[in-house]
């Protein structure tokens, strides 16, 4: 398996612009999981998806972030308007079902995003 | 709420030599999991050792090795004979399966191997 792919790889933008951020995860996995990285805050869960169903989205920022997971084999994340303080690294991850704890998260290489 | 706190902001250690990377947690979950993962230079994250709340050893893989102790809620990760390519970030992580599957993340600790 390719592992987890997200793309692009780096993305540099407008203020004000929309961003969508892609990733496909590992097949077979059930969950799905957006994470923001940033030097001050570190690792942050935006939202997961169980079987393409949004779970938990408490930690999405605000409005201006959403994501789908239209099928078992893709999800976005999209931000509108974007600012530049949503500059950060977001990693998708995916897990097979989570019940025996004994199941890591899959990483994919993340995208840099920057607004300028 | 789960909390991870990882006191070492940063750490260097000679090479060879073992490092021990600290991680204390908080649960009132019965049932959890413990993760350290590793996150080199190039940015990919990568899972390296998992510890289950009921386990009654310590999980080891390879180099690596958790020293869980539970009445403490401390789950810290031992690299025994430090390689340079041992230098990057690391992170410990939780889960648990009471409602709330999600991997919840330390600060981080950056590991410097020194030749």
């Known amino acids: 398996d390719a592992g987890v792919i997200q793309s692009p790889r780096h993305e540099v933008t407008e203020m004000g612009q929309e961003v969508t951020l892609r990733c496909k995860p590992i097949?077979?996995?059930?969950?799905l999981f957006w994470y923001r990285q940033t030097m001050m805050r570190g690792l942050e869960l935006l939202i997961y998806?169980?079987?393409?169903?949004?779970?938990?989205d408490s930690g999405m920022p605000e409005d201006r972030f959403s994501a789908k997971m239209p099928n078992a084999s893709f999800s976005t994340l999209k931000i509108q308007p974007s600012e530049p303080r949503d500059s950060a690294v977001y990693f998708c991850?995916?897990?097979?079902?989570?019940?025996?704890?004994?199941?890591?998260?899959?990483f994919g290489q993340g995208t840099r995003l920057t607004v300028v | 709420a789960q909390k991870i706190t990882q006191t070492q902001p940063g750490m260097f250690v000679q090479e060879k030599e073992a490092v021990t990377l600290d991680c204390t947690y908080d649960?009132?979950?019965?049932?959890?999991?413990l993760f350290w993962y590793k996150q080199p230079s190039s940015g990919e994250m990568i899972f390296l050792i998992y510890q289950g709340s009921y386990d009654q050893q310590n999980a080891t893989e390879g180099r690596y090795s958790l020293n869980f102790q539970k009445a403490r809620k401390s789950a810290n990760l031992v690299i025994s004979a430090s390689q340079l390519g041992d230098s990057a970030m690391y992170f410990c992580?939780?889960?648990?399966?009471?409602?709330?599957?999600?991997?919840?993340f330390g600060t981080g600790t950056r590991l410097t191997i020194i030749p």
């Open positions: 998806f169980n079987n393409n169903v949004p779970i938990d």
């Open positions: 649960t009132s979950d019965p049932s959890y999991g």
């Open positions: 097949s077979g996995h059930d969950y």
């Open positions: 991850a995916s897990s097979l079902a989570i019940r025996n704890l004994n199941t890591e998260a899959f």
């Open positions: 992580a939780m889960s648990s399966n009471f409602g709330n599957e999600k991997l919840t």
